[in-house]
Structure formats: structure tokens, C-alpha cells
């Protein structure tokens, strides 16, 4: 439970530290979960109350909390958001006291899934939680099939014309519906859609919400699932201005080792051939002279990260040309 600060007038700050760790299993983003002793109960992210008497940085605090809660080292990590929207938690009750429970969400990046010290600790694909976000085997079929249909009945439940208009066309840009483009960085915009219109399990927390209809996708307790959809949009956005991919692979790499990363992270196929000439443009890797011999195919070239070309021309990410015109 987040540390309880009072304030004037009854008010009462509660702050916790939280976090999206990701690490890459296989070609499958890994997100850190915790699960509570009762197992009823949903998992959620590692997080801890902030103690001021002892961390002198969020991030510091961060790092300890993770540290204790899995026996987990984080290598980078950056702060994400700050959460704070009132009835956060299920065991926020109405009482006298105004209570405003705040998380400071970050990112943290490992670079590799590493052995886990806690029983209650867990990795698990992002993708369980976000089923819909995974384009790299084409549309999802419950896009069209479940979400689709469950939107159409939400939009058409108005009784107001122009909110009717605003719902479709939110609706069309979030999930690329009758012909609008999917954007692989709004995952948070998408389920922030879903749990509005009654489809994601979370909205049971709001009395004036109804779940109409439960979609696949795990849940996450209190509002994790919506700190985890803020740290994929980040993520997906940042590897294309920043080479933070480099954070997720080991030292050495092949070239297939980072494409395979890189789409698992945006959920979507680049084009090989187009992606290589850009990436060949940025310097970012350079060849060690080695090669993978586990392939299973022809000996492949190993490359590293060359950190020194980043930092003086300061090049930016790696580009993202997709493979298929579907997502356009």
C-alpha cells in the first residue's frame, strides 16, 4: 500500500513507485508481474510506496522496490507518467477523508529474462494482456469479430447524433476500421476506448460503468494495465528516436536477432531489405568478425551496439519500414 501523506483539510496523498519491466523471451516482449498471496486476486506490476527517509530519488526507490519484491537488477529505466486519477484502487472507499492514491509509473528495460528470485514473481508476454496489439501474423481476427461488433453496439447505443460521430470516428483511428490506418503507438488511446465502452473488465471499478462485453486479454489489478498500455506506446515510439532496443539484446546480435526484437516490440512485419539499407545509414551497429552458427541455416553475422557513433553524431533510432500494406 502507498505511503499516506496527510494534508490540510483531511486530504491524504498516498504515493507508490510502479513499474513495466521488460525483458525479451524469445520474440516475445516479457513483462515483470507480481502476484498477490491471494491468488483470486489479479497480478499486477512491482510497485512500492516512495519513503522520502530513505530514497533519494524516484528512481532510486524504484530500483530498490523491484530489487526486493523479484531479486531483479534494472539496467535502464526512465520515468513514465504519473497516475492519479481518483478511485484508483479497489480498496479506495468513500469516506470523510478525501484519499488520492498517486503512482509514479516508469519504464525499466533488462536485457535479458532473468531468473527470478521471488515465487510471486512472474515474466509474462505484454500480449496476454493486449491480445489485439499483435500484428505480425496479419489483423487479429477479434478486431473484426469481437471488438468490431462490440464498438458498433456502444457507438449505436447513443441517442446523441454528434457523440454517435465523435464515438465512430474514434473507434475507426484506434483500430483501423473500415479502411483507416493502424498505428501501432496507440495502444493506450485503445484501451482507454474499450475500458470507456464497457469492454475491458476494469471498468466494473466505476459504478456508472457497465461491462457489456468481456474482451480477451488478461487484466491487471487496479489501474495497471493502463500504466503497462502507457509504457508499450512509449517504447514503440521510442525505439524509432532513440536506440533503446539496444537495452533488450545482448551484446552481441545478429541482424535477424534485432528485426525479430524490433517487430515483436511494435507488434507489426518490417521489410527486411528496406529495414537493413536504413539501418546500414545510421552506423548504430558495426560487424564483431563473429559468427552465430545456431541458426540452423548459414552461419550469421554477429553485430554490437556501437554506443561510441551514437554519442557523437547523436543518430537517432532505428527506422521501422513496415512489410505490408495493410497497416498503412
Known sequence: MPRAVTMPDSA?????????????????????????????????LPAGDFDPRQHRTFELGLRDRVARQTGLALDYVEQLYTFGDQGRLESDMPDQEITRHISIGHLGLVSHRQTL??????????????PWEDYRHGRPAM?????????????????DTAQRDARRQRAQLAFGLNGARWVDTR????FEL????????????????EVVTT?????????HRRILATAMDRLRGKLRYRPVVFDLLPEHFTLSQLQLTIEAIIGC??????????LDRTGLVVPTGAVDTTTGGRPAER??????????????????????????
Not at 117 to 130: I, K, M, T
Not at 201 to 207: G, K, N, T, V
Request: aromatic share 8%.
Open 12 to 44: 491524504v496523498i498516498a504515493i507508490e513507485l510502479s513499474a513495466v519491466v521488460v525483458a525479451m523471451d524469445s520474440a516475445t516482449p516479457a513483462v515483470l508481474l507480481t502476484h498477490p498471496d491471494d491468488r483470486c486476486r489479479a497480478p499486477m
Open 117 to 130: 528470485l521471488d515465487e510471486h514473481a512472474v515474466w509474462a508476454s505484454w500480449y496476454d494482456h493486449f
Open 143 to 159: 478486431i473484426d469479430m469481437i471488438i468490431a461488433p462490440a464498438l458498433t453496439r456502444w457507438i449505436d447505443g447513443s441517442e
Open 187 to 190: 495502444v493506450l488511446e485503445r
Open 194 to 209: 474499450l475500458y470507456e465502452a464497457g469492454l475491458a473488465p476494469e471498468a466494473q471499478r466505476h459504478a456508472n460503468t
Open 215 to 223: 474482451l480477451p486479454g488478461q487484466p491487471l489489478m487496479s489501474d
Open 269 to 278: 512485419r518490417l521489410h527486411k531489405q528496406n529495414f537493413r539499407r536504413a
Open 303 to 328: 553485430f554490437r551496439f556501437c554506443r561510441e557513433q551514437w554519442r557523437q553524431q547523436m543518430a537517432p533510432g532505428v527506422q521501422t519500414p513496415l512489410a505490408h500494406s495493410e497497416y498503412q
